[in-house]
């Protein structure tokens, strides 16, 4: 199996940074997918950051210019640095973890992010 721990978020100022981790654990193999979504309050879970399988990047349209997604293989933990946070960019985000071979899903338990005006 695998587990992801989420760690980062919290408060900031709308124009201010955030950054956000995930750390995979367990058997993880390639190729795999991972990267962050995010959900509001009566809203469905949409896409911010991901690596593909193929190892490129996918954005969100409305982070795009403003977040940045990185990984470390070897500690199988990827980042979201979050600049010039908006009001709008508030909800809880969650890591995604997918692996093709096996095609296993799993998804964190999410870090809250809250911008203020």
């Known amino acids: 199996q695998v587990h992801l721990v989420e760690s980062g978020g919290g408060l900031v100022q709308a124009g201010g940074s955030l950054r956000v981790s995930c750390a995979a654990s367990?058997?993880?193999?390639?190729?795999?997918?991972m990267g962050w979504y995010r959900q509001s309050p009566g809203k469905q879970r949409d896409l911010v950051a991901i690596f593909t399988s193929t190892d490129s990047t996918a954005y969100g349209d409305s982070v795009k210019g403003r977040f940045t997604i990185s990984r470390d293989d070897a500690s199988n933990t990827v980042w979201l640095e979050m600049n010039s946070l908006r009001p709008d960019d508030a909800g809880t985000y969650y890591c995604?973890?997918?692996?093709?071979?096996?095609?296993?899903?799993?998804w964190g338990q999410g870090t809250q992010v809250t911008v203020s005006s």
């Open positions: 367990g058997v993880i193999l390639k190729p795999n997918v």
């Open positions: 995604y973890f997918k692996e093709i071979i096996r095609n296993l899903e799993v």
